[in-house]
Structure formats: structure tokens, C-alpha cells
């Protein structure tokens, strides 16, 4: 059975940093992409970065150069860090496949940014 855990989260300051940890019950899942994906207050929710099988990572224009995707093969874990963080960034985080199965979306984990 699938299980994704995302954990990590909290409230920041502006220009603070997190790190984001994803525990991810699935099999096999050296080969398969993840992502990572956020839900702010009244807005859909987005793909925020993604990490191929074999290390490929993409992200969207407003988190280059601040988020950071990497995996742990090993560990079936897929981690975000995530600096110089803005308000804007607020929002519940979630990490998935991708594409996301979504009947199996973990509870996410919590980033305010906030002064």
C-alpha cells in the first residue's frame, strides 16, 4: 500500500530556511520521478519541483536558485530544502509521485513564512 509522509515544516521568518523530508511507502521507488507539490489558501495546487529516477531535476520559475529536490534511494526518502523563503511560499506541502497518484496524497506538512 502506498503511504507518502511529509514532515519538516513549520513557521519561518523571511529569508529563513527549511527542510522538507518525505518518507514514501512505495515500490519500487528507485525508478520512479517524485515531486513535490504545494497548496496555498485559495489557490490550486502546484508542482513545485520534481527529481527523476536518475536525478533530473526540475522547477518551477518562482523556486530556482531557493529550492533544492534530491532523493535517497536507499532510504525511499525525497528531501526539499528550501531557502530564502518568502510569504508567498506559504502553503501546505506535499510530496507524490509524478505524476501524482491521487488517491494516496499524505496529510503534507505546514510552511508560514512570516515576520
Known amino acids: 500500500q502506498v503511504q507518502l509522509v511529509e514532515s519538516g515544516g513549520g513557521l519561518v521568518q523571511p529569508g529563513g530556511s527549511l527542510r522538507l523530508t518525505c518518507v514514501a511507502s512505495?515500490?519500487?521507488?528507485?525508478?520512479?520521478?517524485m515531486a513535490w507539490f504545494r497548496h496555498a489558501p485559495g489557490k490550486q495546487r502546484e508542482l513545485v519541483a520534481s527529481?527523476?529516477?536518475?536525478?533530473?531535476?526540475y522547477y518551477i520559475d518562482s523556486v530556482k536558485g531557493r529550492f533544492t529536490i534530491s532523493r535517497d534511494n536507499a532510504k525511499n526518502i525525497v528531501h526539499l530544502q528550501i531557502n530564502s523563503l518568502k510569504p508567498e511560499d506559504t502553503a501546505v506541502y506535499y510530496c507524490n509521485l509524478l505524476p501524482p497518484l491521487t488517491n494516496y496524497w499524505g496529510q503534507g506538512t505546514q510552511v508560514t513564512v512570516s515576520s
Open positions: 512505495v515500490s519500487p521507488f528507485s525508478t520512479n520521478p
Open positions: 527529481i527523476t529516477s536518475r536525478g533530473t531535476t
